[in-house]
């Protein structure tokens, strides 16, 4: 039997820099991952944009999730497992 590998643990953000992650800290990662999704919203419109919800989270959290897809990205492509 082949022998597994431990899992490793994240402690910090990582993120892509030419190819190589590197480590960054929270506020960095955040501007980070908001200038990405304002490019594809900028570049190509919210409906490129899409957000999957699970029926574990609370109404709340799928309320909040719902609002950022539609508001912020300006998305209406939003799912959940619910319906299933």
């Given at each position: 039997m082949p022998k597994t590998k431990p899992?490793?643990?994240l402690t910090q953000p990582l993120i892509r820099d030419a190819g190589v992650l590197r480590p960054?800290?929270?506020e960095e990662a955040l501007d980070f991952?908001?200038?990405g999704l304002g490019s594809v919203v900028d570049k190509l419109g919210g409906q490129w944009f899409g957000l999957f919800?699970?029926?574990?989270a609370t109404n709340e959290m799928?309320?909040?999730?719902q609002k950022f897809a539609r508001?912020?990205?300006g998305s209406n492509n939003i799912d959940s497992c619910n319906r299933t």
């Amino acid at each position: 039997m082949p022998k597994t590998k431990p899992y490793v643990r994240l402690t910090q953000p990582l993120i892509r820099d030419a190819g190589v992650l590197r480590p960054a800290n929270w506020e960095e990662a955040l501007d980070f991952t908001a200038r990405g999704l304002g490019s594809v919203v900028d570049k190509l419109g919210g409906q490129w944009f899409g957000l999957f919800s699970c029926s574990k989270a609370t109404n709340e959290m799928n309320f909040v999730a719902q609002k950022f897809a539609r508001v912020v990205m300006g998305s209406n492509n939003i799912d959940s497992c619910n319906r299933t």
